[in-house]
């Protein structure tokens, strides 16, 4: 009896289509679902990264907001008594800190990624609005790590958080969307003038005390309190205490307010990027 020869199956090759914009609306957003696979490649880089070859490893997720939390404290609430709302204020400042911490990290890193990715760009084709994702996804462990301090603090302090809690998700997905339309300004902007990665931690420095971190909205005078408003990051931090420590109501008007801020950006971000992103291996 003699085998029988097969042929061996053989897989079509498969084919990347790249063609020019169709437009200033054509964001073809289709491609980072495609490619979600090298998302989550570039997420864990990053995380490995940071914490791969770092002596404390994870717990500088945990040191900076404490250490943040500690001077504040010092300083606002017991030299200049800052209100805190009924709320222990390294409560308050913590709740504060907190999702700052985290939008201003994932700024930084999606504001400047294109360039410390430089190598990465000019060699392999892939949708470069990836980076920016990855980039602003990758600092929600910290986040999440810190967020169980927060908890663990708030039983020492015998403050029992409630069901409102779990709108603490959404309220990072809004912060984490306004981070992302930053950094698709910034990114491109980044890329042809490269004095943007020196002067943005100045901006996110004063941007911190332009937000309710160590203070309560209530401590801006109510006819201010709608132009203050528009900083987004003040009713994401609002709406976070609220939801933490379930004391008053969510101010609305300031969650509306970011909101709409963040869909403009967001939206102008992406056609921005979208234009930017046919230079970039060029210019980078």
């Not at 939390?69 to 209100?83: E, K, L, S, W």
Request: hydrophobic share 55%; aromatic share 12%; proline share 7%.
């Amino acid at each position: 009896m003699t085998a029988e020869a097969h042929p061996a199956p053989t897989t079509a090759p498969q084919i990347v289509e790249i063609r020019p914009d169709r437009g200033w609306l054509d964001l073809d957003l289709g491609a980072v679902w495609r490619y979600r696979e090298l998302l989550v490649v570039l997420m864990m880089r990053d995380i490995q990264v940071l914490y791969k070859q770092a002596l404390l490893g994870a717990a500088w997720a945990i040191l900076q907001p404490l250490f943040a939390v500690a001077i504040f404290t010092i300083v606002f609430g017991y030299f200049a008594r800052m209100p805190s709302e009924g709320i222990p204020y390294p409560i308050f400042a913590f709740a504060g800190v907190l999702p700052w911490t985290y939008f201003a990290e994932a700024v930084r890193r999606s504001g400047t990624g294109l360039v410390t990715d430089a190598e990465l760009v000019r060699k392999v084709y892939f949708p470069r609005l990836i980076m920016p994702l990855a980039n602003v996804i990758s600092p929600l462990l910290d986040f999440c790590i810190a967020f169980v301090v927060l908890l663990i603090m708030m039983a020492i302090y015998g403050i029992a958080p409630s069901a409102k809690i779990l709108l603490v998700i959404p309220l990072m997905m809004i912060s984490a969307l306004l981070a992302l339309s930053i950094g698709l300004w910034l990114g491109p902007i980044n890329v042809r003038f490269r004095d943007i990665k020196h002067t943005l931690p100045f901006i996110i420095q004063i941007w911190m005390y332009a937000s309710p971190i160590v203070y309560p909205l209530s401590m801006v005078p109510e006819q201010w309190q709608g132009l203050y408003s528009l900083n987004p990051m003040v009713g994401v931090i609002e709406g976070f205490r609220w939801a933490v420590f379930d004391q008053g109501e969510p101010n609305f008007g300031a969650l509306a307010i970011s909101g709409t801020v963040i869909v403009v950006l967001l939206a102008g971000g992406l056609i921005f990027f979208r234009r930017m992103e046919r230079t970039f291996a060029d210019v980078i």
